[in-house]
Antibody, heavy 119, light 113 residues
Framework: QVQLQESGPGLVKPSETLSLTCSVS??????????WNWIRQPPGKGLEWIGY???????KYNPSLKSRVTISLDTSKNQFSLKLSSVTAADTAVYYC???????????WGQGTPVTVSS | DIVMTQSPDSLAVSLGERATINCKSS????????????LAWYQQKPGQPPKVLLY???TPESGVPDRFSGSGSGTDFTLTISSLQAEDVAVYYC?????????FGQGTKLEIK
């Protein structure tokens, strides 16, 4: 069973770049069986899909964030990462990584990591 | 983008009673190629990530109690909890995986009356 765990700084300054990593166990980021996703949830609000990366390196981003988002794979560490540039307070959220089978739903999810954007 | 709209935003139901949550998509999420609805339901408890309850609109995830059921097709869907238990207090989300960007409903908060 795939398990996911997010890690990264909990505090980022405005205008800087948010960087998070998702460590995968019980499965391989080099597998064609999954798409690797980032999803976020602002405090007290709903869920927003950020984007995914596939084992081939193919990425797809939410157009609302596309100009600021980069998702990448590190096959040597069995991890994938999120970079979100030029952050503002509106980017304050719990960030989740989640896997998804092709043409499928999000399962499982990591526990989430809170990120606050503040000076 | 496909907009997902849930109703109601919040719901209070007595223990043992039925709870019904609705989800409407701005365009059909039914695939003509396989006749499947690309719609999932999630449950999120405080401090936890969402957990999938149902996919393909009505297929229960392994281990999900049979009091949870899903129905609907095309643009209109329903999550029903047949007999509310205390552990069902949570926020429920629908989500379409028909096309990117994948989108979620705004959530329905379910409480005990």
């Amino acid at each position: 069973q795939v398990q996911l765990q997010e890690s990264g700084p909990g505090l980022v300054k405005p205008s800087e770049t948010l960087s998070l990593t998702c460590s995968v166990s019980g499965g391989s980021v080099s597998s064609a069986s999954y798409y690797w996703n980032w999803i976020r949830q602002p405090p007290g609000k709903g869920l927003e899909w950020i984007g995914y990366i596939y084992y081939s390196g193919t990425t797809k981003y939410n157009p609302s964030l596309k100009s600021r988002v980069t998702i990448s794979l590190d096959t040597s560490k069995n991890q994938f990462s999120l970079k979100l540039s030029s952050v503002t307070a509106a980017d304050t959220a719990v960030y989740y990584c989640a896997s998804k089978i092709p043409s499928g739903w999000f399962d499982p999810w990591g526990q989430g990591t809170p990120v606050t954007v503040s000076s | 983008d496909i907009v997902m709209t849930q109703s109601p935003d919040s719901l209070a139901v007595s223990l043992g009673e039925r709870a019904t949550i609705n989800c409407k998509s701005s365009q059909s999420v039914l695939s003509s190629s396989n006749n499947k609805n690309y719609l999932a339901w999630y449950q999120q408890k405080p401090g936890q990530p969402p957990k999938v309850l149902l996919y393909w609109a009505s297929t229960p995830e392994s281990g999900v109690p049979d009091r949870f059921s899903g129905s609907g097709s095309g643009t209109d869907f329903t999550l029903t909890i047949s007999s509310l238990q205390a552990e069902d207090v949570a926020v429920y989300y629908c989500q379409q995986y028909y096309s990117t960007p994948y989108t979620f409903g705004q959530g329905t908060k379910l409480e005990i009356k």
